[in-house]
T-cell receptor
Framework: DGGITQSPKYLFRKEGQNVTLSCEQN?????MYWYRQDPGQGLRLIYY???????QKGDIAEGYSVSREKKESFPLTVTSAQKNPTAFYLC?????????????FGPGTRLTVL | DAKTTQPPSMDCAEGRAANLPCNHS???????VYWYRQIHSQGPQYIIH???NNETNEMASLIITEDRKSSTLILPHATLRDTAVYYC???????????FGPGTRLSVLP
């Protein structure tokens, strides 16, 4: 089945540690996105990538880093510089030239920093 | 700056129509109105979108006012499984400024 995989579903880390969230898609989509969601809030864009080896900052990129070495993978690293990393993180992908409503979302990773 | 305004929460009786309003008074001519919903701890699910004409699909209907400054998502026969947060988003066709606001939390009551 084609889709987006985010693992793990729940992740716990100690304060001050970097942590990397996985996002893999087998949809052959060109664009990939990372969003953050806080309780009772909408989604906010962290980073996005339109093609391999290229990515752009979204609205809240500070304290995060990404890489796009392969088309199917777009890992997100939450660094110790992120002041309040506990949140629900969603990855999404989109084919090139597609309308935005064709954006395909993964199941999300809930990160808790203790 | 918020481009859409939605009530934070609404209740609806099971089997009745759920009408979710959205104000988007600053919408520009090339921007669409999109609706998504998100069930707790899952990714958002696309529902419907429109430019200026009313739209209907198997999930819902979208009514856009003639001046395009507001719209209403209609779930014709709400079920308990429709309990979710519903997001109204205004964006160009290819997703520039595709922003999810806080949405409306719809509770369908038995």
């Amino acid at each position: 089945d084609g889709g987006i995989t985010q693992s793990p579903k729940y992740l716990f880390r100690k304060e001050g540690q970097n942590v990397t969230l996985s996002c893999e898609q087998n949809l052959n989509h060109d664009a990939m996105y990372w969003y953050r969601q806080d309780p009772g809030q909408g989604l906010r864009l962290i980073y996005y990538s339109q093609i391999v080896n290229d990515f752009q900052k979204g609205d809240i990129a500070e304290g995060y880093s990404v890489s796009r070495e392969k088309k199917e993978s777009f890992p997100l690293t939450v660094t110790s510089a992120q002041k309040n990393p506990t949140a629900f993180y969603l990855c999404a992908s989109l084919p090139q030239g597609a309308m935005v409503n064709e954006q395909f979302f993964g199941p999300g990773t809930r990160l808790t920093v203790l | 700056d918020a481009k859409t305004t939605q009530p934070p929460s609404m209740d609806c009786a099971e089997g009745r129509a759920a009408n979710l309003p959205c104000n988007h008074s600053t919408i520009s001519g090339n921007e669409y109105v999109y609706w998504y919903r998100q069930i707790h701890s899952q990714g958002p699910q696309y529902i419907i979108h429109g430019l200026k004409n009313n739209e209907t699909n198997e999930m819902a209907s979208l009514i856009i006012t003639e001046d395009r400054k507001s719209s209403t998502l209609i779930l014709p026969h709400a079920t308990l499984r429709d309990t979710a947060v519903y997001y109204c988003i205004v964006s160009s066709r290819y997703g520039q400024n595709f922003v999810f606001g806080p949405g409306t939390r719809l509770s369908v009551l038995p």
